[in-house]
């Protein structure tokens, strides 16, 4: 098939630009035609499509009123980007689009283009952004469900993106619009990467005509690690208030001889080293590491913690832990308790409660002939269902699907 695959980022920025670039190299290696359509950016990857691709626009850091008005409308709608998808389907003819993360930088726009050209959309959620203005579905630190059915006003209220008024007013007004538009629900199949997430976005009002679950893969090359050479815990993510970080480095505090190894970077950087400080825990800040490194970091480790506060949905590096045969805790939240089948491949614990997560740490490395049960149940699981050809044959299965029109007046999760 002809395929054009979209997404802001053309570098592994995060999880959902990951599963991105191995979507892309996955469909090219199964024979099909690839185009990509991203935003240029300095650290992306080369690609061919380049010349298509939508001129660098930047939402943080220090920027004048100018600036930060300019940034505000291209968030909303680029007609430029819509041009220049327009000009891609044109001379590629693609047979579908697929859209990852693409609202705030490539904007509904790419997507309104798809529609002029009579070209079916699927449409990958990595996050709560159709039906959250601030995406994760988090308020003050607490999660938030105030913006369902489209009261997205909440947005400017709890100024729930960055804190920052200016932007959370942008994106209120993006999702008025959006709604107003009916963009969402002329998407031909939308595809969640888990069940939870299927079902919170039409509980909170997503008008999908149809939606598949497709659990991400797991990595294939990702290799057993011995259990009597590992030591302490680690934490590979983005250093953000939703990724709970504060919470597990309280909670290692009170375990002594328990070292805490942090992988990434991101916003909450400096609060937490200080939370750290202040605690006199044993921490080590590792920043960015490449993938080989954060496997030798696994390799090491006796639990992988993901100690998250929202509603995470099918993170990338909990699929690489348990492939990998290193135990998890996990916070009992959103699709974490989905991927660790409500605790029966790993240990589960309370979210934001240090006290609790200390009890369940202490547990899992005293009682090793548990955990290791659960690890190894844990590579069963995601063999079977994290299975890489699984995923593309059932992502291939959905473009023929839409091509040739079958999302007609289908709705719900299949």
Request: glycine residues 8%; neutral net charge.
């Amino acid at each position: 098939m002809r395929i054009v695959v979209a997404n802001s980022f053309h570098y592994r920025r995060g999880g959902d630009s990951g599963q991105f670039l191995d979507l892309v190299a996955t469909l090219e290696d199964r024979g099909h035609a690839v185009a990509t359509f991203s935003m240029h950016h300095p650290q992306n990857l080369p690609s061919v499509w380049s010349t298509y691709w939508a001129p660098y626009v930047e939402y943080r850091g220090d920027l004048t009123v100018r600036d930060r008005l300019h940034a505000g409308w291209r968030s909303i709608y680029s007609q430029d980007a819509k041009n220049r998808m327009s000009r891609l389907l044109e001379d590629f003819q693609p047979e579908v689009v697929h859209f990852h993360s693409v609202q705030n930088h490539l904007t509904m726009a790419a997507v309104d283009a798809c529609y002029s050209a009579a070209i079916p959309v699927v449409w990958t959620l990595h996050d709560y952004r159709s039906v959250c203005p601030a995406s994760a579905l988090l308020r003050s630190g607490c999660i938030c469900e105030r913006c369902a059915g489209g009261s997205y006003w909440h947005g400017i209220v709890g100024r729930c993106k960055s804190g920052e008024l200016s932007r959370s007013l942008a994106a209120v007004a993006e999702s008025y619009i959006t709604r107003a538009r009916r963009t969402l629900a002329e998407v031909d199949c939308y595809v969640a990467p888990s069940r939870f997430l299927a079902h919170k976005v039409l509980e909170m009002g997503l008008p999908a005509r149809r939606l598949e679950v497709a659990p991400n893969p797991a990595g294939r090359q990702a290799a057993s690690v011995d259990s009597s050479s590992r030591h302490g815990l680690l934490y590979v993510g983005r250093l953000s208030a939703e990724k709970g970080v504060a919470c597990l480095i309280k909670a290692v505090a009170g375990l002594p001889g328990v070292p805490l190894s942090i992988v990434g970077d991101g916003p909450a950087a400096a609060h937490s080293k200080a939370i750290a400080a202040n605690f006199c825990a044993d921490v080590t800040f590792d920043g960015w590491l490449d993938s080989a490194a954060v496997g030798a970091k696994m390799a090491q480790a006796e639990l992988l913690c993901v100690p998250s506060v929202w509603y995470e949905n099918c993170p990338g590096v909990l699929l690489e832990a348990m492939a990998a045969g290193l135990p998890v805790v996990a916070s009992r939240l959103g699709g974490l308790t989905e991927l660790l089948a409500g605790g029966r491949v790993g240990w589960l614990a309370e979210a934001g409660d240090p006290d609790e997560w200390r009890r369940v740490i202490h547990e899992a490395l005293v009682n090793r002939e548990r955990t290791a049960e659960l690890a190894a149940r844990a590579v069963t699981r995601v063999r079977a269902r994290h299975d890489p050809d699984v995923f593309a044959e059932r992502i291939e299965a959905i473009y023929r699907s839409v091509a040739r029109g079958d999302s007609k007046g289908a709705v719900g999760v299949r």
